[in-house]
Structures are given as C-alpha cells and as structure tokens.
C-alpha cells in the first residue's frame, strides 16, 4: 500500500461505507471520536474522521506516530481496548493516555489479504466506556474486515487499469515500430516498380514485395496474438447483416495476385451474415496462406461458402500431404504449423487467429485431413 498521505486518504474517501461505520461506531459505544488511520514506521495519518469532542484532527492530518498506541498494534497485530485506563492494568500509566487525555480507547488492525498493516479502526473519548464485550469487539474487527476488503478492491482495480494501459502502450509500439519501416520499404519498392525497366530488376522487385506482403501479414498476426492474449481476446465488430461474397473475392483476388500460378476456384454465396467483415476476409486469408504454403502447387485450392439452416459456412480445401495426427489436436494452438515440416516459413500464428476470430464470431473452425484432401471448415450463426 502506497505511504503517500494523499494516496491513503484518497483511498479510503473512495469507500462511501466508512463515514457510515465511523457514525454506527460512536452511536454503538458511545465514543466521540472515531477515525481510520494509516499507519506506517514513521507516520500516524488521519484518513477519515469524526470528532465530538474538538480533537482537532482533520483527513490527512497526523500525529507523531510515537506518541499512539496504533504504533504499537502494528508491530503485534492485535486489538487494544481500554474500558477505564485509570483502573486498566497495563495502560494506567502508558504515556498515550495521559498524553492526549484518554480515558477510554479502542482500535482494531485494518489487515489487508497480503498481510500487510495498513492501519487501524479506532475510538477515543475523555470520559470511561464500556467497550470490552464480544459484541464491540467484534462489531469493530467486522467494520476492519470490511474496509480491507474495500482496500484490496481498489488495488485490484488499480492494478488492473494500470495493466490495461500498459497493454495498449506495448501494442502500440509494436505496431509502430514493426510498421513505419516496412512501409518505408513498400513505398520505395513502389517508386521503384514505375522505373526499373530491366527483366532482372522486375524479378528482384517482385520478390521483395512479396516479402514485405508476407512480413505485413505477420505483422498483423502478431498484433493479433498481443492484443488476444494480453487483452482477453480478439476483439471484432458486430456490425448489420453485411454481404461477405465482396470481401472474400477481394482476399482471394489479392492472394492470386502474390502466388502467380496457383489457382484458387471459389463459389461463394451472395447471402448477407451479421458479422465483422474484415474479420472474416482476415480469416480466410489465413486459411489460403495456410493452403498455399502446404498445399499441392499442382492442385488448385478450393473456396466454398454457403448458408444452411440458419449457419453461414465457409471451407478452403486443398490437395497434398495429410497433416500429421500428432500435430492436429494442437493446430489451433499459437506457433503450431499444419507441417512437420521445419523449413517452411511463418510463425504458426494464422490458424491460431483464424480460430479465435471464429470463437469471437460464436462460431468453430474445424479440420480433416486426409491422403486426399485437408479441408479447414468455418461455422458461425448466420443471426
């Protein structure tokens, strides 16, 4: 717990229930005054007060910590409570009471659920009461429990803030600092293309865009696998009935384009679905890189997405060898490839995005392999 005074009595203000326990505390005892104190080593501070009898103690004042009796409940941890401290054997001539002129005094260690000593729940008066029964006591170790409780709260909640923004922060440079030079090579590359009129030149070029499309396409896998496991998931917008047909041929142009030679045959519906269109275009490249990099280069790579009762469906299919048993039960898993294979290129995170954008759908992605075929099927609610 921070020993900032302010921090201390910020904290306990945030709890609406403490002046209530302070009034219920005087009422029940017949006290005058009541307070929450942090209490630390070096310092005694006032976080919430009421005063009857013109201690003169407002938040965020303090006493010489030397001076209570709080000082030294924080080295043993246990409840103090003065009936009469004329007629108590041990405070009768402790220099607190006759310090401040006390004749009654009670206070209970505010505890927090690490262990630490955050201070305490305490009541003076001038004047003797009766305060040493198992109702008091425990009504007052109730209301301790109860602020620790409240205290733990905020520092979950301040943690977590604290966590969220840190979380944002990092993707935030992630994302700038991979991105700014790779489109710093993709504009080069561009200016580039509208010059160099040699044969060599074009295939050198063409290789490298290539390169910068695939390092892009890691880039937002990346992101994706920071955002979804630093921030609970990958996050998608649900948007109206939106045609998918437009953006899926659009991906598959895109990818045709990058893999001269490969086919890919698509027979898409024209059906409208309810769901983040970006993201499923995002998931389907996924899948067609995934068929294009172990799929049969003979072979052509098929797209098929269809409506039937009420769930939209879509599935890329391609030809080659079988994914192996042992890797299928993980594929789904980050940095899994759909390969045994160690030569092959990517960080084993599409198929990992492809399904938690699936789950973030409310839908499933599921694979079969077999010697003829490895077919990726995604399903979602139509809605």
């Not at 976080?47 to 709080?70: M, N, Y």
């Not at 939209?312 to 390969?339: C, H, M, W, Y």
């Not at 990992?352 to 392999?369: C, F, M, N, P």
Request: proline fraction near 5%.
């Amino acid at each position: 717990m921070n020993d900032n005074p302010a921090a201390a009595v910020d904290a306990i203000a945030q709890i609406s229930a403490v002046p209530t326990i302070l009034d219920v505390v005087c009422r029940m005892t017949g006290m005058r005054f009541a307070a929450v104190a942090r209490v630390t080593a070096d310092r005694w501070i006032a976080c919430s007060v009421r005063d009857e009898i013109a201690f003169g103690l407002q938040p965020g004042g303090e006493l010489k910590v030397e001076t209570t009796i709080c000082n030294e409940i924080r080295e043993h941890r246990h409840a103090v409570i003065i009936d009469n401290v004329a007629e108590d054997p041990v405070y009768a001539s402790h220099h607190t009471p006759a310090f401040y002129g006390l004749q009654s005094y009670i206070s209970v260690p505010i505890m927090l659920a690490d262990g630490s000593f955050f201070g305490t729940l305490c009541a003076i008066d001038t004047v003797p009461r009766t305060l040493n029964t198992p109702e008091i006591a425990g009504a007052f170790q109730l209301f301790a429990n109860l602020i620790a409780f409240h205290l733990d709260a905020q520092q979950r909640i301040d943690q977590e803030r604290q966590g969220s923004e840190l979380r944002e922060q990092f993707i935030a440079v992630l994302g700038h600092d991979l991105r700014n030079p790779l489109a710093s090579l993709d504009a080069g590359t561009r200016m580039l293309q509208r010059t160099v009129e040699d044969e060599k030149g074009k295939v050198v070029l063409a290789l490298m865009r290539s390169s910068i499309s695939r390092m892009s396409g890691l880039i937002d896998n990346v992101l994706d696998f920071a955002r979804g496991r630093l921030g609970g998931g990958i996050a998608v917008e649900q948007a109206d009935r939106v045609p998918l047909k437009p953006v899926m041929e659009q991906v598959i142009a895109e990818l045709t384009m990058a893999n001269p030679g490969r086919r890919i045959e698509a027979e898409l519906t024209e059906a409208m679905v309810r769901c983040d269109e970006g993201r499923i275009g995002q998931l389907l490249s996924n899948l067609l890189a995934n068929a294009l990099m172990h799929g049969d280069p003979e072979a052509p790579i098929r797209v098929r997405s269809s409506i039937a009762g009420g769930r939209f469906e879509l599935s890329v299919t391609n030809a080659g060898e079988p994914i192996p048993q042992a890797v299928i039960k993980d594929l789904f898993k980050p940095f899994v490839r759909a390969s045994a294979k160690a030569n092959l290129q990517g960080l084993g995170l599409g198929l990992y995005i492809a399904s938690e954008i699936a789950k973030a759908h409310k839908g499933r992605l599921l694979v079969t392999s077999t010697p003829e075929e490895t077919c990726f099927t995604f399903h979602m609610p139509q809605q």
